[in-house]
């Protein structure tokens, strides 16, 4: 006669007999472990090993060139940005400077250069720039009496980004009788 009991929380009433699982794992017990054995055993074969180290051959080095070509193209940017920010800077001195000081190469040399230096350091280290300045009269185009009072300014920056030689350029038409004479009385 067999006996069921029942115990309070379990939603199945229990038997003698031991449960179908630990028949399961006593019966299998010997061939599962024999390939848990083995798999745990043998690691990774030849193939998969090649596979994977021609996998990281491929990727680290794309990786690297990818972070070096990131580096150089801020480099250049940066650069190119501190060259604008140089014209700028002359460009707003042509504006508010008078028609006769525009002509004078005392006051605004042809050539001249400014250097940068991304750690704020004044040793004259970094980026040299070259800032060339130059004025024409007018355009053929207007009339002669008109000509006469106006000048195209124009002003270069030239400097070295590793090999390569880069130059950013601004130009602007600056009359006789323009902001200028309001500005500076001239």
Same mark, same amino acid.
């Given at each position: ?16 007999? =031991?449960? +179908?699982?630990?028949?399961?794992? *006593? !019966? $299998? @017990?010997?061939?599962?472990?024999? %390939? ?24 680290? =080095?794309? +990786?690297?060139?990818?972070?070096? *070509? !990131? $580096? @150089?193209?801020?480099?250049?940017? %940066? ?32 050539? *001249? ?74």
């Amino acid at each position: 006669m067999k006996i069921k009991t029942y115990t309070p929380g379990l939603t199945q009433p229990r038997s003698d007999k =031991p449960p +179908l699982s630990s028949v399961w794992r *006593s !019966a $299998f @017990s010997l061939g599962s472990s024999a %390939r848990v054995r083995r798999a745990s055993a043998s690691g990774f074969t030849l193939v998969e090993t090649l596979v994977a180290t021609l996998i990281a051959g491929i990727m680290l =080095p794309t +990786l690297f060139t990818g972070l070096a *070509s !990131a $580096f @150089s193209t801020v480099q250049a940017t %940066r650069e190119n940005l501190r060259a604008t920010q140089i014209i700028v800077q002359r460009m707003e001195a042509v504006r508010l400077a008078s028609y006769k000081t525009l002509q004078d190469p005392g006051v605004y040399p042809t050539n *001249s250069t400014e250097y940068y230096c991304p750690s704020g350091q004044t040793s004259g280290k970094g980026t040299a720039y070259t800032i060339q300045y130059n004025w024409a009269s007018g355009p053929s185009s207007l009339p002669p009496s008109y000509r006469t009072n106006m000048l195209l300014v124009t002003v270069t920056a030239s400097w070295n980004s590793g090999n390569v030689q880069r130059t950013r350029s601004m130009q602007s038409y600056v009359a006789r009788y323009g902001i200028q004479h309001y500005v500076s009385g001239n």
